[in-house]
């Protein structure tokens, strides 16, 4: 930074984008910068960047004010932030859920979220792109466009955080909030070298208008650059509210602090065999054997898995997880004064609300069934296991387009459904289950892109998760990789 002769600083574009989130607060809490001094720097970074990418579709006229009168203090006083424009709820504020049929929506009141980011210091000062409800694990939608991936912009950033994690990627934000319902914050992660995690179901509330989201599928958290962001994001988001259809068990002390505690030895199941149609790519596969020899040099007892689930059921699971949304899409074409038709949704969607129009009663019975007898299939597999080690996805981040995005003219609901089983076959499952899962940067291939692994542990053990993760960044850095797309970088 460069001082001023009245003592003052200047922090340059460049330290504010190598910097994490703890980082930030740390200076903004000691007094080197300011909250608003922060804000703008975001602001010149996505003015910079977001041309490129396409991952902030609005950057609010009013940041540098709300930086300026947020809430001082907490675990990351200060620091600029993103909203997701999927489920989370800010009073006054645009969500349009990537879709043109919630163009001009707006809440009245805030989530749970929301209330917890500002107490612990986070500055909202956007919204970043998803497709289309989120059914995605791509970065275009019909309404925002294509979201480039910082690292080639050829290829998809991942979704359906496709804006979070393209964002903070390129340095407009260090940290940014996600969603995952089947993949939708690791595989972003995965794909733009971050830290994604999906925390266990019920950690984080999604109240006060969202609680247990999809059955408890759908959970709520960040993306970031380091595993304390990580965990320091879990301690701020973390706890339960009226309304919440159970409480967690809540964990011995913050998560923080496992950053300092020992790890202990870990029985460890490995994946290395494909889970799906799609076939596993060399360097993956050389990432997790890579991995696996650290997590065994480290004293950690390792033992190949093999896929503990079909593709079939959970692709069922998913198609019959989207008929649910039926009623409540007709419900909200209502209150919007939309119809539902090829003006107001994507093919697919189109497609799959077509589906799940006249579906018997009984069918929502089967569906919850099929997940019953996965979580149980699953849960024995995998029950002699502290923590699971797999690729987060079967490659590196692939070519826009195609067949696994929700704009996809031709395909049909069964053949979609397919697809994504078939791709995102690591990471879905364990929204059935509920554990918590993170995906972290620790591989890189030939060609400079990203590739994460995932680790997976029992449910409610986030402690475990953090203090491995943190034994892995020590072990296989990642901070000195870069995109190619970063802010202030000619």
């Not at 500055?123 to 998803?130: A, D, F, N, Q, S």
């Not at 690791?186 to 925390?199: D, E, I, Q």
């Not at 460890?268 to 790519?281: F, H, I, P, S």
């Not at 209502?334 to 038709?341: A, D, Q, S, T, V």
């Amino acid at each position: 930074m460069h001082t001023l002769k009245n003592g003052g600083v200047i922090m340059k574009l460049s330290e504010y984008v190598d910097l994490d989130a703890t980082g930030l607060a740390s200076l903004v809490s000691s007094g080197e910068v300011k909250a608003i001094e922060l804000a703008q720097l975001a602001r010149e970074a996505h003015d910079d960047v977001n041309p490129k990418i396409n991952a902030v579709i609005e950057f609010y006229d009013d940041a540098e004010t709300v930086a300026a009168n947020g809430r001082d203090g907490g675990l990351f006083n200060g620091v600029p932030f993103l909203r997701k424009d999927l489920g989370f709820a800010e009073a006054g504020r645009l969500e349009e859920k990537g879709s043109r049929l919630f163009k001009g929506n707006r809440w009245e009141t805030d989530s749970y979220y929301i209330r917890r980011a500002r107490a612990g210091g986070l500055r909202i000062l956007g919204r970043t792109t998803t497709p289309e409800f989120g059914i995605s694990g791509m970065s275009e939608s019909i309404l925002t466009g294509v979201t480039g991936n910082p690292w080639d912009l050829t290829r998809t950033a991942g979704g359906s955080s496709a804006g979070a994690a393209a964002a903070v990627a390129a340095g407009i934000t260090p940290i940014a909030s996600s969603s995952d319902g089947g993949g939708s914050t690791r595989t972003p992660a995965a794909w733009c070298g971050l830290v994604g995690l999906n925390p266990s179901r019920g950690r984080i509330s999604g109240g006060p208008n969202n609680q247990d989201s999809a059955c408890g599928f759908s959970r709520q958290f960040v993306v970031c650059k380091t595993v304390r962001d990580m965990a320091a994001a879990l301690d701020v988001f973390s706890g339960p509210y009226p309304g919440d259809p159970f409480v967690i068990v809540q964990p011995d002390r913050p998560h923080v602090k496992e950053l300092t505690q020992a790890t202990g030895r870990l029985r460890v199941g490995v994946a290395r065999t494909k889970w799906g149609a799609v076939e596993l790519e060399p360097e993956v596969s050389k990432a997790i054997d890579a991995t696996a020899a650290v997590l065994s040099q480290m004293g950690h007892l390792l033992e190949d898995i093999h896929p503990p689930h079909t593709s079939a059921d959970y692709s069922s699971i998913l198609l019959g997880m989207a008929d649910f949304r039926t009623s409540w899409l007709q419900n909200a074409a209502r209150l919007m004064g939309r119809e539902i038709n090829a003006e107001t949704l994507e093919p697919v969607n189109l497609k799959l609300h077509e589906h799940g129009r006249n579906l018997p009663l009984s069918h929502a019975s089967d569906v919850h069934e099929t997940v019953r007898k996965m979580r149980l299939q699953v849960g024995e597999a995998i029950r002699d296991f502290d923590i699971l080690l797999t690729p987060t996805m079967p490659s590196r981040a692939i070519p826009h387009g195609g067949i696994y995005c929700a704009t996809h003219p031709t395909i049909s609901a069964e053949e979609y459904m397919n697809a994504d089983a078939a791709l995102y076959q690591y990471v879905g499952l364990f929204n059935v289950t509920g554990q918590p899962a993170v995906s972290l940067p620790l591989a890189q291939s030939d060609d400079g892109l990203p590739i994460g692994i995932q680790i997976v542990a029992r449910f409610g053990d986030e402690s475990t998760l953090v203090r491995v993760a943190r034994d892995l960044e020590d072990a296989l850095p990642w901070r000195h990789r870069k995109p190619r797309i970063r802010a202030g970088v000619v």
